[in-house]
């Protein structure tokens, strides 16, 4: 049995991974052929992040991100994934302005775009309350706390958080408080890694890290980041499995070089 033809990953079932200390693998994707590559290489969950308006829009940080947007990429990732867990991020302001309007913008991820879970980021009383708003809706929600990018100018930058004890602290605090909103996951980003251990340790449901260190339950990266796809220098958490810029680049370049040397197409690329 191939990985992708093995068991339809589930919010128990990833539950139950923590519980027998297997590692849970979860990768962002955008579109329709990552999907389907990321179901062959057998990744748990597969994040339709807002890091979309950075890596694939172009925007400078994820705030321009819309609903809109969001749900274009989601329904082609769903139309490629079988086995993982679809998770949709939702956009800076579609949630905690309006609960009504969040309830709504949530659903449109499960009803529309076909993803099984929502994740929001931050962890203040009003993320709370709408964390138990949308799970009592029936909509399961992925906490993400730490470097939270939505809030890049409140935080000067993309930077590590909860370095100091007091900062430290609130995170641990946040996570728990998370736990018991009835988050099911809880996504830790940029903070030391023996701080995520103490939370790992301390919650019952997974903690998967980016920028945390070993110690959580599972791992998420960037997609485009980990395939070296964009030439741009990485920060220090990725590790570069592939460098696909300058094969592409290569690639681009032979093409345009035959075809002005008249060199493509030849007759074996030709009808007759
Ligand atoms: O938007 C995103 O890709 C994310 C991950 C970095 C966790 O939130």
Do not use: W
């Not at 990953?9 to 962002?28: A, C, E, F, S, Y």
């Not at 339709?48 to 329904?75: A, F, Q, R």
């Not at 990725?238 to 680049?249: R, T």
Request: charged share 20%.
């Amino acid at each position: 049995m191939s990985l992708e033809e093995s068991a339809k990953v589930t919010i128990p079932g990833l539950k139950q991974m923590k519980q027998d200390g297997r590692k849970i693998t979860m990768l962002t994707a955008y579109d329709y052929p990552t999907a389907v590559l990321l179901d062959k290489a057998g990744i748990d969950i597969l994040l339709v992040g807002d890091s979309l308006g950075m890596v694939v829009l172009g925007y400078e940080n994820t705030l321009p991100v819309t609903m809109d947007e969001m749900l274009h990429h989601t329904k082609a990732v769903k139309r490629g994934c079988k086995r993982g867990l679809i998770v949709g991020d939702m956009p800076f302001l579609s949630f905690n302005v309006d609960s009504t309007q969040t309830i709504e913008n949530a659903g449109r991820f499960i009803k529309e775009g076909g993803a099984e879970a929502v994740k929001l980021e931050g962890a203040t009383e009003p993320v709370l309350r709408t964390i138990r708003c949308l799970v009592e809706a029936g909509i399961a929600v992925m906490g993400h706390i730490g470097l939270t990018p939505q809030l890049v100018h409140q935080m000067g930058g993309f930077k590590v958080q909860g370095r100091e004890k007091e900062s430290a602290e609130l995170l641990i605090e946040g996570a728990g408080k998370l736990e018991d909103a009835g988050a099911f996951a809880l996504v830790l980003e940029g903070i030391p890694a023996d701080l995520a251990r103490i939370i790992t340790q301390k919650l019952s449901i997974p903690t998967i890290g980016i920028g945390a260190g070993p110690h959580c339950d599972g791992q998420v990266l960037v997609t485009h980041d980990l395939l070296g796809l964009s030439g741009a220098p990485k920060p220090k958490f990725v590790k570069q499995y592939a460098s696909l810029h300058p094969l592409i680049l290569s690639a681009l370049s032979s093409f345009r070089q035959e075809v002005l040397e008249g060199k493509f197409p030849t007759d074996e690329y030709s009808y007759h």
